[in-house]
């Protein structure tokens, strides 16, 4: 049951998040600049829960 990687899958679990992602048109980049996106919309976003959020609270 040993099987080689393929060379590409090497790359591409080494690639991690660019600024020039969000002018690539490639399927990997364009996936990591949209994860990016989500991720820091969520951080700026804060906790779901939070008391300054709660006006009569």
Same mark, same amino acid.
């Given at each position: 049951?040993?099987?080689?990687?393929?060379?590409?899958?090497?790359?591409?679990?080494?690639?991690?998040?660019?600024?020039? @992602?969000?002018?690539?048109? @490639?399927? !990997?980049?364009?996936? !990591?600049? &949209?994860?990016? &996106?989500?991720?820091?919309?969520?951080?700026? &976003?804060? &906790?779901?829960?939070?008391?300054?959020?709660?006006?009569?609270?």
């Amino acid at each position: 049951m040993d099987q080689k990687v393929p060379k590409d899958s090497q790359k591409v679990a080494g690639r991690v998040y660019d600024p020039s @992602d969000y002018q690539k048109t @490639d399927q !990997l980049s364009s996936g !990591l600049a &949209e994860t990016h &996106e989500q991720f820091s919309d969520s951080y700026m &976003e804060g &906790e779901i829960g939070a008391k300054i959020d709660n006006k009569n609270g």
